[in-house]
């Protein structure tokens, strides 16, 4: 399976203006909702993992963050993103009291892991990608960032 | 001693996204150096039932508690920054 599969039109936002991270959250948790890609708990789950374990990407360009949650509250594998308007503070992975300014939400539905490695491996590589992010963060709406991705 | 199988604990707070990642370039690696590995991937809050049996444990986030084993962070090989070193530390934890 290619990563740019899980990627679709109903679940990209651009340009998200958003006070804080559970309001990203809210909106693309809609998205995946509404478009049959996880349970009502899903949300919850990604709330309270990232409480205790932060998924913010402190990078060397734009920064990232990757929420996720457990496996039981997905129906159908997918990756959500957002662009955001203007950076919204995430805690880091690496050091839960520290703040990172995100301006690009991953947030990665897997409903099994072992067969998406590749897809993780891309997905990573992606974020280490400098151009890659500032392509995405330029894209004016969801058909341009679907066809950012499907280019890399 | 010199030929055991070294047993890896990859964790990562849910024990399926950025673990499976670090697994796979920790196994890669190894394939590269023919070296032998053994690896588990577990959630962070699991650790304390799989210390026992491991002899490293590699996570991408905080662990309080490393039971008394040597615990290496790998975040570096999800953010690209400083992959190297984290890597050829964790190899060379596993060539001991």
């Known amino acids: 399976m290619k990563i740019s599969e899980l990627f679709h039109k109903e679940i990209i936002v651009t340009n998200l203006k958003a006070e804080n991270k559970e309001e990203v959250f809210r909106v693309l948790y809609k998205k995946?909702?509404?478009?049959?890609?996880?349970?009502?708990?899903?949300?919850?789950?990604?709330?309270?993992?990232?409480?205790?374990?932060?998924?913010?990407?402190?990078?060397?360009?734009?920064?990232?963050?990757?929420?996720?949650?457990d496996a039981e509250h997905v129906l159908k594998s997918a990756i959500a993103v957002a662009t955001l308007s203007k950076p919204v503070i995430f805690k880091n992975?690496?050091?839960?009291?520290?703040?990172?300014?995100?301006?690009?939400?991953?947030?990665?539905?897997?409903?099994?892991?072992?067969?998406?490695?590749?897809?993780?491996?891309?997905?990573?590589?992606?974020?280490?990608?400098?151009?890659?992010?500032?392509?995405?963060?330029k894209a004016g709406g969801e058909d341009e960032l679907l066809r950012v991705i499907k280019n890399y | 001693m010199l030929n055991k199988?070294?047993?890896?604990?990859?964790?990562?707070?849910?024990?399926?996204?950025?673990?499976?990642?670090?697994?796979?370039?920790?196994?890669?690696?190894c394939k590269k150096e023919n070296l032998e590995v053994d690896i588990?991937?577990?959630?962070?809050?699991?650790?304390?039932?799989?210390?026992?049996?491991?002899?490293?444990?590699?996570?991408?986030?905080?662990?309080?508690?490393?039971?008394?084993?040597?615990?290496?962070?790998a975040l570096p090989l999800?953010?690209?920054i400083g992959e190297d070193d984290v890597l050829k530390e964790i190899i060379d934890e596993i060539k001991k």
């Open chain 1, 32 to 69: 995946l909702f509404d478009n049959g890609y996880v349970k009502q708990s899903f949300l919850e789950g990604i709330i309270n993992r990232e409480k205790t374990f932060p998924t913010g990407l402190l990078l060397n360009s734009n920064n990232v963050a990757i929420p996720h949650t």
């Open chain 1, 93 to 137: 992975m690496a050091n839960p009291q520290e703040d990172v300014n995100v301006n690009i939400v991953f947030m990665i539905a897997l409903n099994e892991s072992h067969s998406q490695v590749e897809i993780l491996q891309k997905l990573v590589e992606l974020i280490q990608n400098k151009k890659f992010l500032f392509d995405i963060l």
């Open chain 2, 5 to 29: 199988k070294k047993k890896v604990l990859v964790a990562c707070g849910t024990g399926i996204a950025t673990s499976t990642v670090v697994a796979e370039k920790i196994l890669e690696e």
């Open chain 2, 40 to 73: 588990t991937q577990c959630k962070v809050t699991e650790v304390k039932s799989y210390a026992d049996n491991v002899d490293l444990i590699v996570t991408t986030t905080i662990l309080k508690d490393g039971f008394g084993k040597k615990v290496i962070n």
């Open chain 2, 78 to 80: 999800i953010t690209g």
